[in-house]
Nanobody, 118 residues
Framework: QVQLVESGGGLVQAGGSLRLSCVGS???????????MGWHRQAPGKQRELVAT???????YYADSVKGRFTISRDNAKNTVNLQMNSMKPEDTAVYYC?????????WGQGTRVTVSS
């Protein structure tokens, strides 16, 4: 059973930075490297929204709200996807979820909480 585990969440002041990591286990490097990875977030009382994605070729996508501040990257040798978050804002406060889309399968981590104080 594929598992995704996020880490790196915590409390940060506005203007600060956090780096989130997601490590896949029970998944081959081949399957992981061919999959599209993404970060989503869900703030209290709001629906989950897409933050950033990176496909197997390294092409990235960012939501307008984080463009220029967040950077998604992947290390296929380590089955890892990262999200570097800079210049953070209170509206970035949410639980951040790692997602892997591999073939017809869709996997989700349990989330890591990020709180940005004003």
């Amino acid at each position: 059973q594929v598992q995704l585990v996020e880490s790196g969440g915590g409390l940060v002041q506005a203007g600060g930075s956090l780096r989130l990591s997601c490590v896949g286990s029970r998944i081959s490097r081949t399957v992981f490297s061919n999959g599209a990875m993404g970060w989503h977030r869900q703030a209290p009382g709001k629906q989950r929204e897409l933050v950033a994605t990176i496909n197997s070729g390294g092409i990235t996508y960012y939501a307008d709200s984080v463009k220029g501040r967040f950077t998604i990257s992947r290390d296929n040798a380590k089955n890892t996807v990262n999200l570097q978050m800079n210049s953070m804002k209170p509206e970035d406060t949410a639980v951040y979820y790692c997602n892997a889309k591999c073939s017809t399968d869709d996997y989700w981590g349990q989330g890591t909480r990020v709180t940005v104080s004003s």
